[in-house]
């Protein structure tokens, strides 16, 4: 019996259509939005990890019972070489059978006729016999023979009877064994069938939950883009004031190794090419994060992707990025100045260890770090 299904909300439509992806109104609005929308991301995201712990098991499920059908199948090769076997000894027993008959019916032949004669001749054929002997010594020889020819006649049609009888029980225990091979046969045949059947029913299933991951991943990527959009319009909504100025400052102070540059490379999770949007920065867990430059903290809090992530806004347009933080220092609203700490070095989200995803964005596009830092 399979496992109930896992139920499915697809809230693609209800959520798209709540919260229109054009740009336009209040950075408090527009985040209030883009949290709805990551709600809605987190939960897609819940159940395509259900759906693949799903797939896992019955893939499992499915191994197994393949493994089955091998082993039944195999079974059921070596039953039916050893019934092979047994047919060909039952055809060399009536093979033998017949021999014997044929061998018996010779030697009746013989016994008859040997007996047809004396019964004919009778006494007088014993007494010719021994009238015609040499002496006494001879005649006696000669009794004796006709006697000891005639027993062995008997003898010999006793024991190919024997044989025969021998045979024909064997016969009889081959074919019972070929019988009760049978039935095993047809058991096991019954039994493969039955687990083909189940494997190609869990194979259906498999089949089905493929196709709900697919469109699970296709909501999934459609409210990521409408994210990303309502973030572009929250950068486009920020402050209209200048940039503070200067070049930004090194925002992990003391920690220089680059992990992971900005631009194309292989996703380090799922090894797929795909574009990435800042610089890692590694750097040991709690190791304090601060801001590249004077500005207002737009948005802190939490991003399937990013983990517990800060937005500053630096004015003219220019915001950078922190994300993977352990910890948050710094809230919404509130300003900050070049080197003031603003979190700390984690790993939360979409990461494969301790460091600081760090962006810098011009009008809401991802751009060159390296190109902004001290």
Known sequence: MFRKSIAFTLLMVTVLSLFPAAAGGSIADLQYKQQQIEKQ???????????????????????????????????????????????????????????????????????????????????????EVILNSEDLVDALTRLDMIQLIVQSDIDLLKSISEQKTEVEELKVSQETERLELTQVINQL???????EIASRSKETYMSKLQSNLAEIQRQEAAMEAQSAQIEKDIIAAQRA?????????WPVPGQYRVTSNFGGRADPITGVWSSHGGTDIAAPYGTAIVSAND???????????????????????????????????????????????IAAVGSTGYSTGNHLHFEVRINGV?????????
């Open 295 to 341: 500005g207002v903290v737009i948005f802190a809090g939490w991003h399937y992707s990013y983990g517990n992530y800060i937005i500053v806004d630096h004015g003219g347009g220019i915001a950078t990025l922190y994300g993977h933080c352990s910890k948050l220092y710094a809230s919404k609203g509130q300003a900050v100045s070049r080197g003031e700490t």
């Open 241 to 249: 004031v200048e940039y503070a100025g200067g070049e930004m400052a």
């Open 41 to 127: 991301i987190a939960n897609i995201r819940k159940q395509a990890d259900a759906l693949k712990g799903e797939k896992k098991s019955v893939q499992q499920e499915i191994d197994v019972l393949d493994g089955e059908i091998r082993a039944l199948t195999l079974e059921t090769d070596s039953y039916e070489l050893e019934k092979q076997e047994i047919t060909m000894k039952i055809a060399e027993s009536e093979q033998k059978i017949a021999e014997l008959n044929n061998e018996i019916d010779k030697n009746n032949k013989i016994l008859e006729d040997r007996l047809r004669v004396m019964y004919k001749q009778g006494t007088s054929g014993y007494m």
């Open 366 to 374: 991802r751009t060159q770090p390296m190109d902004y830092l001290k």
């Open 189 to 195: 045949a019954a039994k493969q069938n039955e687990v």
